[in-house]
């Protein structure tokens, strides 16, 4: 069955770029979007955006400027990076496939502090 | 942006009872692409309803969706102990996906 992990830094410094990567198991990472979505504590889930397995993305306009994200199929795995990050950007991180998400990868705590 | 309300935000019901939530957006969902999730403490979400009202697998069928347009609900005909959990929707008919505020099912 499919899985899907987060992985990267837990401790980001205000200013610096927040890095994540998620790797996909058990299935192929082709044919599919894969999204970012974020969730602060205690708070809703926010869309952060997404990109197909060919490349083509959509992201947030209210995060727009910050984002890339970026695919690459030859490790199933595919990435965000997020710019220029303050303390509002500390959440848990989770990876999806699919629109709507059917499978979801267990999140990731990042922090935004000096 | 397709903006959408969750309500009530939090619903205190009973093991057993009806749970009935609502999730109205700013405007028509086209295709009825509206989704459904239930999130526990600690846990990742996990897709309950796709398409306003198709279970995705392995949700039991005490889970049902509705609505169509700018309305859509989710009911849980008679609550079991594992379903009190916070529940989101989300719209995906557009390049911008949005989720609403959720809404907490507690125990009475």
């Known amino acids: 069955q499919v899985q899907l992990q987060e992985s990267g830094p837990g401790l980001v410094k205000p200013s610096e770029t927040l890095s994540l990567t998620c790797t996909v198991s058990?299935?192929?990472?082709?044919?599919?979007?894969w999204s970012w979505i974020r969730q602060p504590a205690g708070k809703g889930l926010e869309w952060i955006g997404r990109?197909?397995?060919?490349?083509?993305?959509n992201y947030n306009p209210s995060l727009k400027s910050r984002v890339t994200m970026s695919v690459d199929t030859s490790k199933n795995q595919f990435s965000l990076k997020l710019s220029s990050v303050a303390a509002a950007d500390t959440a848990v991180y989770y990876c999806?496939?699919?629109?709507?998400?059917?499978?979801w990868g267990q999140g990731t705590l990042v922090t935004v502090s000096s | 942006e397709i903006v959408l309300t969750q309500s009530p935000g939090t619903l205190s019901l009973s093991p057993g009872e009806r749970a009935t939530l609502s999730c109205r957006a700013s405007?028509?969902?086209?295709?009825?692409?509206l989704a459904w999730y239930q999130q526990k403490p600690g846990q990742a979400p996990r897709l309950l309803i796709y398409?306003?009202?198709s279970r995705a697998t392995g949700i039991p069928d005490r889970f049902s969706g509705s609505g169509s347009g700018t309305d859509f609900t989710l009911t849980i005909s008679r609550l079991e102990p594992e379903d009190f959990a916070v529940y989101h929707c989300?719209?995906?008919?557009?390049?911008?996906?949005?989720f609403g505020g959720g809404t907490k099912v507690e125990i009475k």
């Open positions: 405007q028509s969902v086209s295709h009825n692409y």
């Open positions: 999806t496939r699919g629109a709507p998400s059917t499978h």
């Open positions: 398409g306003a009202s």
């Open positions: 990109i197909y397995s060919y490349g083509s993305t």
């Open positions: 989300q719209q995906y008919s557009s390049s911008l996906l949005t």
């Open positions: 058990g299935g192929s990472i082709s044919n599919y979007y």
